[in-house]
């Protein structure tokens, strides 16, 4: 196990230049396997959760090569339609294979997807949906087994806008006999680039970025070279924690309109916000005030993995603030650690009410999921002295060479080997 040494109380300065977006790109992995061309991912991210990625396309019979951050996929020799528990366990975003094991062998065997413990997260509604499209459900000791000899489109409602069960569609549709139509859909920005890669390989889909997502079934996709978006949680998390230390951070490769309202709550801290194209720098002086009121929601609402890094900065600012967490109802794990640094919260179900303290102090303190790990290095890099962040595996899933990014910013921050 590793962990973080920071030392911390200075301000942060400088550019920091984006990775690819880890909540497009596992889709695009999943989708991969729809074709048995050879398809190109760019600038992949180099993190935990990608590697695994790779491991369960491997494991299904696919050629996965990486090569100067480009990942190249070769699935015409898949054939196996089940993916061990092991790595389905780990990986939440292997959910997604259930649409494209259906759609290439007619048939998938996964065990309950796993990932962050921040909540139940059922996949009911990926479930439903997939029905709907003819598929045949049996769920026992823990494993879900989908047959269908021939998906047919049809006409799909969701009850909430999932992210997972929005993309699962897509990836089964895509190739379905006519046409689907799904109402209630996710609008995420990453909706949008699963549509556009999906499209590049001769895929009919329209209206992703909105509430209905019309997808004509075609007989066949070809491969496609394709570079993600850029990751909107990764440009936050820097923005946050420039605001937290009293900097100038400045991110590249981000569309403003996708993180509209985190620029707003930082405005509302009393940071300045410079955006340009896909530019956007924050400006960080004494002591900030409080959000009022933060309150999770899905897209163009604010992100909830963004949430446990804005409570971290709410914790040093001036003033009350409250959080509510609309999404997940555990994401609060992480405030414990954040109270051995002497953070006065209170968490009450899915709402967190923040009185902001003038220093938070050092500590020792464990990263028990991505986020909220993210939220623990943003406290530390603020208090002055040395903290210690343990167990690093769950920010590597998502973050790609945090240190490396966080130094050249200014920090001082070590990884060590325990």
């Known amino acids: 196990m590793d962990k973080y040494v ?7 300065c400088g550019s920091v230049a984006l990775q690819s977006a880890k909540n497009s790109v596992l889709p695009l992995f999943a989708a991969s396997i729809l074709t048995d061309k050879r398809v190109i991912i760019r600038d992949a991210p180099n993190i935990s959760d990608v590697t695994c990625m790779a491991q369960i396309l491997r494991e299904l019979g696919a050629e996965v090569g990486f090569s100067d951050g480009n990942v190249t996929i070769d699935s015409a020799n898949a054939s196996c339609h089940e993916i061990s528990s092991a790595l389905t366990k780990e990986l939440r975003s292997s959910v997604f294979m259930l649409g494209s094991l259906l759609t ?3 048939r998938a065997l ?4 796993g990932g962050c413990d921040i909540g139940l997260r059922p996949i009911d509604l990926h479930l439903n949906a997939l029905k709907r499209l003819g598929v045949t459900i049996s769920e026992r000791d823990g494993f879900i087994f989908c047959e269908c000899a021939r998906l047919r489109g049809a006409e799909i409602l969701l009850d909430f806008p999932s992210v997972g069960a929005t993309e699962n569609i897509l990836l089964a549709a895509v190739k379905a006999e006519g046409k689907t139509v799904l109402t209630g859909a996710a609008k995420e920005p990453e909706i949008v680039d699963l549509q556009n890669f999906l499209n590049a390989m001769g895929a009919h889909i329209s209206g992703a970025g909105t509430d209905v997502i019309e997808i004509e079934g075609v007989r066949e996709l070809h491969g496609v070279t394709y570079r993600p978006m850029k990751d909107r949680i990764e440009a936050g998390t820097y923005l946050l924690a420039g605001a937290a230390c009293g900097g100038e ?6 569309t403003p309109e996708n993180i509209r309202l985190l620029l707003h709550k930082l405005r509302e801290n ?5 955006a340009k194209n896909d530019k956007i ?4 002086r004494g002591r900030l005030k409080c959000n009022r009121r933060i309150e999770t929601m899905p897209f163009p609402g604010f992100p909830t993995d963004l949430q446990a890094q804005a409570t971290a900065l709410n914790a040093s600012c001036e003033g009350c603030a409250l959080i509510v967490e609309n999404l997940f109802e555990t994401r609060f794990k992480y405030v414990p650690e954040l109270q051995k640094m002497g953070a006065d919260i209170e968490v009450r179900g899915r709402t967190a009410f923040v009185r902001g303290v003038k220093k938070l102090h050092v500590a020792r303190v464990v990263a028990g999921d991505l986020r909220g790990g993210a939220a623990l290095v943003i406290a530390a890099l603020s208090a002055e002295g040395e903290s210690e962040v343990l167990d690093l595996s769950h ?7 945090f240190r490396g990014k966080l130094r050249k910013l200014g920090a001082d921050i070590r990884r060590v080997r325990i």
Not at 249 to 254: A, D, M, S, W, Y
């Open 249 to 254: 951070v400045e991110v590249v490769g981000v």
């Open 104 to 106: 290439r062998f007619g």
């Open 281 to 284: 720098r924050v400006e960080s």
């Open 395 to 401: 920010i590597d899933r998502g973050y790609a060479d």
């Open 110 to 113: 996964i065990a309950y997807p």
């Open 6 to 12: 920071i030392n911390g109380g200075g301000r942060l």
């Open 270 to 274: 009393g940071c300045k916000i410079h």
